[in-house]
């Protein structure tokens, strides 16, 4: 008699709770944003950073990118906004361990498509000639 197959255990196995469910679903739409996560691997290789500096080392970010984009991330808890009493003032951010967390969680992403890369590019070439057959 042939053995019953077994069934992965899955997420969708478990009892959901809606709170996990919605915030899931926000982290994976910051996540796909591609300013977010470039804002992130800035901060976690260069450190604390002045806004006109990590908007630079973020590469094509235009000001109200930027200043939207790390809004968003220090209301989410990533950032950490320190103005400095000073004239003119200075303003810096840095990474919370929530943010780093988030980038370490990323990083499992960039292996995946490290490790996939060549398999990903001929499934796009086969499926393109076959799209023009």
């Given at each position: ?29 910051r ?9 992130i ?20 970010i ?11 991330m ?49 499934a ?10």
């Open positions: 008699m042939p053995s019953p197959q077994r069934k992965t255990p899955s997420v969708h196995d478990l009892p959901v709770d809606p709170r996990v469910e919605a915030l899931v679903n926000e982290v994976i739409g996540v796909a944003d591609k300013w977010t996560m470039i804002l691997e800035v901060l976690i290789e260069h450190g604390e950073l002045r806004f006109t500096r990590l908007g630079e080392l973020a590469g094509g235009s000001q109200k990118m930027l200043t939207q984009t790390l809004r968003q220090e209301r989410d808890g990533l950032v950490i906004r320190t103005i400095h009493p000073v004239i003119p003032p200075r303003v810096e951010y840095r990474l919370t361990d929530l943010g780093l967390s988030l980038g370490e969680a990323f990083c499992g992403v960039w292996l995946w498509a490290e490790k996939n890369l060549q398999a990903i590019e001929d796009r070439v086969a499926f393109d000639i076959r799209a023009k057959a």
